[in-house]
């Protein structure tokens, strides 16, 4: 009896994480993020996507997606926490039953625990300049250079791997 309450439980769990399939359509869902050559953050960069792109799913393997860019027809790996699959990012306000469409100007400033005009009043408010944190947020580095730092800081060597050994 335990074990078939376990069967049950392990299936439908399984039938809930397989949700994609080869040809859904998937959208960007941050503000910035890269397509990759392989399933690796420091696999080489195909192409640049920003908030709301469309993706075709063609595989999956250890937490990144192999897509294709609608627009383009370029291939390549997406981490899945960069996609979803609704276009529209929505919120639930709280305490109400309405939902909102967001711009990724708002996603951004909501990392920071920051409305727009928040940001503006307690910046004014306190003399703030959050132009070095802008600046922060926009900084990129080359996975080249996180390569060689890795090298010549003697760290790891296994995390310059991309996902699943290859």
Not at 28 to 48: K, N, T
Not at 91 to 105: D, H, K, P, Y
């Amino acid at each position: 009896m335990r074990r078939t309450i376990l069967v049950a439980l392990f299936v439908s769990v399984a039938l809930l994480v397989v949700a994609v399939e080869a040809g859904d359509s998937l959208f960007i869902q941050v503000r910035e993020s890269e397509l990759r050559s392989a399933p690796g953050f420091l696999s080489q960069i195909v192409a640049d996507l920003t908030l709301g792109d469309e993706l075709l799913y063609a595989d999956g393997r250890a937490g990144w997606f192999q897509v294709t860019i609608a627009a383009t027809g370029e291939t390549g790996w997406i981490h899945e926490g960069s996609v979803r699959e609704n276009k529209q990012t929505t919120l639930q306000l709280a305490g109400e039953g309405s939902t909102r469409t967001v711009t990724s100007r708002e996603i951004a400033l909501a990392g920071r625990g920051f409305s727009e005009s928040m940001e503006g009043e307690y910046g004014s408010d306190n003399q703030l300049d959050f132009s070095q944190v802008d600046a922060l947020e926009a900084r990129r580095v080359n996975p080249q250079e996180i390569v060689e730092f890795v090298i010549a800081a003697n760290l790891r060597q296994d995390i310059l791997q991309p996902a699943g050994g290859q």
